[in-house]
């Protein structure tokens, strides 16, 4: 195990911690993700992009607004 962590730059008690709990890990990971996904996607409304697009603008304007004397 301290090969490992080695290799891995981690603690000993590091490495010995995620093998005793190596079933409980693997059990959450199977139910974090399904199997069949592929791909993650993330949704958001027309308002956040709206907003984002609008402090994207702000901030190139205060860009050069610094940039310029």
Not at 30 to 44: H, M
Not at 57 to 69: F, V, Y
């Amino acid at each position: 195990m301290s090969v490992i962590g080695r290799m891995h730059g981690l603690a000993p008690s590091t490495v010995q911690s995620i093998v005793k709990r190596a079933d409980k890990i693997k059990e959450m990971a199977g139910s974090a993700t399904p199997p069949t996904a592929t791909k993650v996607t993330r949704f958001r409304d027309a308002e956040m992009e709206s907003m984002e697009r609008m402090l994207s603008t702000w901030i190139d304007d205060q860009t050069q607004r610094l940039k310029t004397p």
